[in-house]
């Protein structure tokens, strides 16, 4: 199930264990592009050390409760020690409430995990197309409502 116009996406991506860089370059970037399409942003915490499991649980869930998609970076999979559990149990929950997800990655491994492609869709991964899957992921995101207006048209 789809939804009917995208206001507010949750951008969902590996926080601990990351540099500031990493937690939020491509999530500022994700908000500012999108913004341009009246889409707002919802991003998790800045240190979850500062809050408790349960506040940290219940204020990402009430974001993507109030989010229509997900944007998820899934460029950590894979890792020799990836810290994505939260990513994926936030995937898992966003499957079962409705949302879009879309999603990106470079782990070519990713194409062939049916539960992994069956629970993210669309999921990019870089091609002639589109050589850069994370801006793929954007665009997605950014034409759907138009997308979804004119089929509404036809």
Do not use: H
């Amino acid at each position: 199930m789809q939804p009917k116009l995208i206001n507010k996406t949750y951008l969902c991506g590996p926080l601990e264990g990351r540099n500031v860089k990493e937690k939020f370059a491509w999530r500022d970037q994700a908000t500012e592009f999108l913004s341009k399409y009246g889409i707002e942003t919802y991003i998790p915490g800045c240190d979850t050390t500062l809050c408790d499991a349960d506040t940290i649980i219940k204020l990402d869930y009430m974001m993507i409760d109030n989010s229509e998609a997900l944007l998820v970076n899934l460029t950590c999979l894979g890792e020799s020690k990836p810290t994505n559990t939260g990513t994926l149990i936030e995937i898992g929950y966003a499957f079962a409430k409705g949302k879009l997800i879309v999603g990106w990655s470079n782990e070519e491994w990713q194409r062939e995990n049916r539960f992994l492609r069956g629970n993210v869709k669309p999921l990019f991964f870089q091609s002639f197309v589109e050589p850069n899957p994370y801006l793929g992921a954007l665009k997605y995101i950014a034409g759907f409502n138009e997308r979804r207006r004119t089929e509404d048209v036809i």
